[in-house]
């Protein structure tokens, strides 16, 4: 049987990262794994985190299974930090999730099963785990224009054009903040044309979530997607507290499903129960338990939005050094939309090649689309950066 396998292409991703372990260079540089660091290069445990942890050492009785859908604690604290009462309470079916990419599946699989038919429609560009979740699962898949690469701004306009082409019941995924991999988002007005657009063609929203409190704040990330959740009768949205919490390891997400009525929920909510089920059973509880913990105490709340914080502002610092660093060394405004994108990504607008040189002569590692992760940056590594894209325009 096994030898009937085929090879799969590789995520290249993880290409770089082989590759960047493999190079001996000491003064190389990592822009390209998409996790949180410090200044000192490192990807920190939170304080809450840890505070919530020893307190679940000292206080946890039993490791038995969870429910399907999880602790219903953490769905309900979850849809408070995501929602904030934007929606009624009795139109929300959840699950937690193996990550937000767990979500993700789940998500796609739940529209599988409700409308095989649907078609989802994905930023050009997108995360690539999203066309590749659902090549995988065979469903129809089409793109919306998003990026302007000459700006490093949102083509809105190409967006607008390309969704009154959306049929009535596709699914048009959308990043809630901080898009991945471009740094560019809409703005508060671009959101509210878009779901007009979205109802007009009567299609559903589903909205990735993965770095809320990483933007512009932990409720204005949010923002977005409350103004959709209240607008539409179903949405979906899939949730990560990998960044936010930092608790990448821990693989701890949420789905929730918004359905028209509480009728509908109890069958949404059915539903959702029987593909964790299907796929993993009992989702994983100690990052969800952890979560949970710090959002319900008001003290560890507080310590965790306060270092949210601290890293959303170093994220922010650094942007602003890169952009004033490239203009500094290319004697022109190319690059200030880096100050002006939000979240852990941005794309320079390099080419491949460009790219490669990058990597082969200085020893810079990011994605071939040029894609960094800001936060991979530091004091020291910004004008040393902004030094080897000047050399290789």
């Known amino acids: ?61 039993t490791k038995t299974y969870t429910g399907l859908a999880g602790e219903p604690a953490y769905n309900a604290a979850m849809a408070r930090l995501i929602l904030a009462g934007s929606v009624p309470a009795d139109r929300i079916a959840s699950v937690a999730t193996p990550g937000g990419t767990g979500a993700i599946r789940q998500a796609l699989e739940l529209i599988r099963m409700a409308s095989p038919e649907a078609k989802v429609w994905l930023s050009n560009p997108t995360w690539p785990n999203h066309p590749s979740i659902i090549r995988y699962l065979g469903m129809p898949m089409a793109e919306y224009r998003y990026f302007d690469a000459a700006s490093g701004g949102v083509d809105f306009a190409g967006m607008m054009a390309d969704l009154a082409r959306v049929a009535k019941g596709d699914v048009v995924l959308l990043h809630g903040c901080c898009h991945n991999p471009t740094g560019a988002n809409l703005t508060a007005a671009e959101w509210a044309q878009v779901c007009d657009a979205m109802e007009a063609r009567g299609a559903i929203p589903m909205i990735d979530l993965a770095y809320q409190g990483f933007g512009d704040g932990l409720e204005a990330d949010a923002a977005a997607t409350r103004m959709v959740a209240a607008r ?44 964790n089920r299907q796929n993993y059973s009992f989702p994983p509880d100690h990052g969800a338990r952890v979560v949970t913990m710090i959002v319900e105490d008001d003290a560890l709340r507080a310590d965790w939005m306060a270092e949210l914080e601290e890293v959303r502002q170093n994220m922010l610092g650094l942007r602003q050094a890169l952009a004033d660093a490239l203009r500094a060394e290319t004697n022109s405004d190319r690059f200030d939309f880096v100050a002006r994108h939000r979240g852990m990504f941005s794309r320079l607008g390099l080419t491949e090649a460009q790219v490669t040189r990058l990597r082969e002569e200085h020893g810079i590692y990011m994605v071939g689309d040029s894609r960094i992760n800001i936060a991979g940056l530091n004091a020291r590594t910004v004008p040393v950066l902004a030094r080897a894209v000047a050399s290789i325009l």
């Open 1 to 61: 049987m096994l030898e009937a396998l085929k090879p799969q292409p590789q995520d290249k991703i993880l290409q770089l990262i082989a590759m960047f372990r493999e190079d001996q260079r000491a003064d190389k540089i990592d822009l390209g794994v998409g996790v949180y660091k410090d200044p000192t290069g490192l990807t920190p445990v939170m304080r809450a985190v840890k505070a919530a942890e020893r307190k679940l050492w000292e206080t946890e009785t």
């Open 232 to 275: 539409f009768p179903e949405v979906l949205i899939a949730a990560s507290c990998s960044k936010n919490f930092g608790i990448y390891r821990e693989r701890t997400g949420v789905l929730i499903a918004l359905s028209k009525d509480a009728g509908q929920k109890a069958i949404t909510q059915g539903n959702l129960n029987f593909l």
